[in-house]
């Protein structure tokens, strides 16, 4: 079983949560709940997955804050 992270956005338009796995080309997915956003998020790496193992273009490594004056 394998895990990638997700990075979650609203879209201040739709209301929409959009959600893509960095450096994973084509994971990407919306839905209006974080709960059908976590499966479709899913389906689609299964889906991609059924090509083969990905070369991932980049890794997660985190987030930081940023505090300017």
Known sequence: MRSYTAIVERCP????????IPG????????????ELNQNLR???EMLLEDGEPILEAEFIGTQNVVVA
Do not use: R, W
């Open 13 to 20: 338009d739709t209301g929409f949560y959009v959600g893509f």
């Open 24 to 35: 994973f080309p084509g994971a990407h997915t919306q839905a209006e709940t974080l709960d």
């Open 43 to 45: 389906e689609v790496v």
